[in-house]
């Protein structure tokens, strides 16, 4: 049952995001997420400069005239919201957390989907799939998806481990058609998971569309001088004492933060994946709008 507070956030959820569905990104969506193939529509009479492998020869032979048949592309995709909701999706130092903001990028990809008739499913993980809601059209069926998304929290203690690799692996499963996937996450991935990562990303940007948005906070990649701090990891539960006072251990920190972004976005470049950095602190419409822009001018 719905509570008084979620239906609330819901509902503001719901304005915000379908304002910028409709607003910010109107059009642009539709342009740059086209169909795959094209479908029969109907026949009309031969023009001159026709093209002779699309005359329809039975037609032309019943009424004694040339017709050709008129193709349209298939404009009707599915599109998947695929959500990195562990841990440290709670995490955040400044406007909002990760959490929030992943629940409202993929609210205005969700309208953006319905406004253009395209089905909108959902997966959401986090070290391994926790849920997941098949595509369908509507918006109900989108209020839906954003309500899962808003009352989702992990069913079991975190490993530490990343399940972007299973559920990429779900969306091969669940749909053999190409698929447009958005895929959400602070690509916390470690080291001896990064190949299977590769695997995975290879595979699924061979058979869709995928985008990817890197989700990242300000804490990410410069630790706060507050002098000695006890730091717990979100997805492991372990405990450090770490003294943030000391220089060294702050720059050693950001150094460290910076090559993990560097290798991130390294992978995604190198198999040609859309992507775009996310922050808590910022408007994440301006960033939507360049993986947008840089898209149709590369199509």
Same mark, same amino acid.
């Given at each position: 049952m719905l509570t008084r507070e979620l239906m609330s956030r819901?509902?503001?959820?719901?304005?915000?995001?379908?304002r910028l569905a409709n607003r910010e990104m109107a059009g642009?969506?539709?342009s740059v997420f086209k169909g795959h193939g094209m479908s029969f529509e109907e026949v009309r009479p031969y023009q001159q400069g026709d093209d002779v492998r699309v005359i329809d020869w039975n037609v032309s032979a019943r009424t004694g005239d040339l017709f050709v048949k008129?193709?349209?592309?298939?404009?009707?995709?599915?599109?998947?919201?695929?959500?990195?909701?562990?841990?440290?999706?709670?995490?955040? !130092?400044? @406007?909002?957390?990760?959490?929030?903001? #992943?629940? /409202?990028?993929?609210?205005?990809?969700?309208? %953006?989907?319905?406004?253009n008739n395209d089905r909108v499913g959902l997966i959401i993980f986090t070290d391994q799939v926790e849920h997941f809601v098949p595509p369908k059209k509507g918006k !109900?069926? @989108?209020?839906?998806?954003?309500?899962? #998304?808003? /009352?989702?929290?992990?069913?079991?203690?975190? %490993?530490?481990?990343?399940?972007?690799?299973?559920?990429?692996?779900?969306?091969?499963?669940?749909?053999?058609?190409?698929?447009?996937?958005?895929?959400?996450?602070?690509?916390? @991935?470690?080291?001896?998971?990064?190949?299977?990562?590769?695997?995975?990303?290879?595979?699924?940007? %061979?058979?869709h569309d995928l985008v990817a948005y890197v989700t990242r906070d300000p804490a990410d990649e410069q630790l706060p001088d507050v002098?000695?701090?006890t730091l717990r990891d979100a997805e492991t539960g372990k405990l450090r004492l770490v003294d943030t006072h000391s220089a060294s251990v702050r720059a050693r920190y950001a150094r460290q933060s910076v090559a993990d972004r560097a290798r991130v976005e390294t992978l995604l470049k190198r198999l040609s994946i859309d992507y775009e950095l996310l922050s808590t602190h910022q408007d994440y419409i301006p960033a939507v709008n360049r993986l947008f822009t840089k898209r149709a001018r590369r199509h």
């Open positions: 819901l509902r503001r959820i719901e304005i915000k995001t379908s642009a969506y539709r008129v193709f349209v592309e298939e404009r009707e995709l599915t599109v998947f919201l695929l959500l990195d909701m562990s841990a440290s999706s709670d995490f955040g !130092t400044r @406007v909002r957390t990760r959490r929030d903001l #992943i629940a /409202e990028v993929a609210a205005v990809h969700a309208f %953006s989907a319905i406004r !109900t069926h @989108v209020l839906r998806v954003i309500r899962d #998304i808003l /009352e989702f929290r992990p069913g079991r203690k975190p %490993s530490g481990a990343s399940g972007i690799t299973p559920a990429l692996g779900l969306l091969s499963k669940v749909t053999k058609k190409t698929s447009v996937a958005f895929l959400i996450s602070d690509f916390f @991935v470690a080291p001896n998971e990064q190949d299977d990562l590769r695997k995975a990303l290879s595979i699924a940007s %061979s058979r002098g000695l701090a």
